[in-house]
T-cell receptor, first 113, second 115 residues
Framework: EPEVTQTPSHQVTQMGQEVILRCVPI?????FYWYRQILGQKVEFLVS????????KSEIFDDQFSVERPDGSNFTLKIRSTKLEDSAMYFC???????????FGQGTRLTVV | AQTVTQSQPEMSVQEAETVTLSCTYD???????LFWYKQPPSRQMILVIR??????QNATENRFSVNFQKAAKSFSLKISDSQLGDTAMYFC????????????FGTGTSLTVIP
């Protein structure tokens, strides 16, 4: 069964450093998302991506964040100058041409120290 | 604005019993989908069940079923014959197909199945 895969599963980084979280969506999907979940809190929308551009982004997704689809398979989230409060679980998701049902990756746990 | 509300932060149920998780949402739109996602201790988000708003029939997936009350904007999840593996955080989610492609999540209900 096709699935969304994310790497790494856990990343520890020093405050102020840049991190890139990687995702491989399901191959025939057209909509891609990043969500984050601070431990014990709700799942927060960051950004959605369609047709090689951002289609929607939240207030959280400021200039510190960027997304890219560098090739036909990967979808990356870059966080520049990380802060302690960026520590969270980051989920990538993708959905098919109907843009409905989202399939989530297993998440990347980011710890900023 | 679209909102999803889950009013039960924690619930527990005896193994083999039935439990219902509540969810309400707020939207002025008519073309939307509703979902229940399960997040076990592994933290992965797993789709449990989906309901299209235009369908009157309640969705069912094995032991999982929903009670979709469109007028009341209510979308509850019923888990029958609860199993230990059902222990997880459950999130209700909503996507409005007209205004965007963002999923809105509730705050989650932590379900514990007691042996």
């Amino acid at each position: 069964e096709p699935e969304v895969t994310q790497t790494p599963s856990h990343q520890v980084t020093q405050m102020g450093q840049e991190v890139i979280l990687r995702c491989v969506p399901i191959s025939n999907h057209l909509y891609f998302y990043w969500y984050r979940q601070i431990l014990g809190q709700k799942v927060e929308f960051l950004v959605s991506f369609y047709n090689n551009e951002i289609s929607e982004k939240s207030e959280i997704f400021d200039d510190q964040f960027s997304v890219e689809r560098p090739d036909g398979s990967n979808f990356t989230l870059k966080i520049r100058s990380t802060k302690l409060e960026d520590s969270a679980m980051y989920f990538c998701a993708s959905s098919g041409d109907s843009g409905t049902e989202a399939f989530f990756g297993q998440g990347t746990r980011l710890t900023v120290v | 604005a679209q909102t999803v509300t889950q009013s039960q932060p924690e619930m527990s149920v005896q193994e083999a019993e039935t439990v219902t998780l509540s969810c309400t949402y707020d939207t002025s739109e008519n073309n939307y989908y509703l979902f229940w996602y399960k997040q076990p201790p592994s933290r992965q988000m797993i789709l449990v069940i989906r309901q299209e708003a235009y369908k009157q029939q309640n969705a069912t997936e094995n032991r999982f079923s929903v009670n979709f009350q469109k007028a009341a904007k209510s979308f509850s999840l019923k888990i029958s014959d609860s199993q230990l593996g059902d222990t997880a955080m459950y999130f209700c989610a909503f996507i409005d197909l007209n205004t965007g492609n963002q999923f809105y999540f509730g705050t989650g209900t932590s379900l514990t199945v007691i042996p």
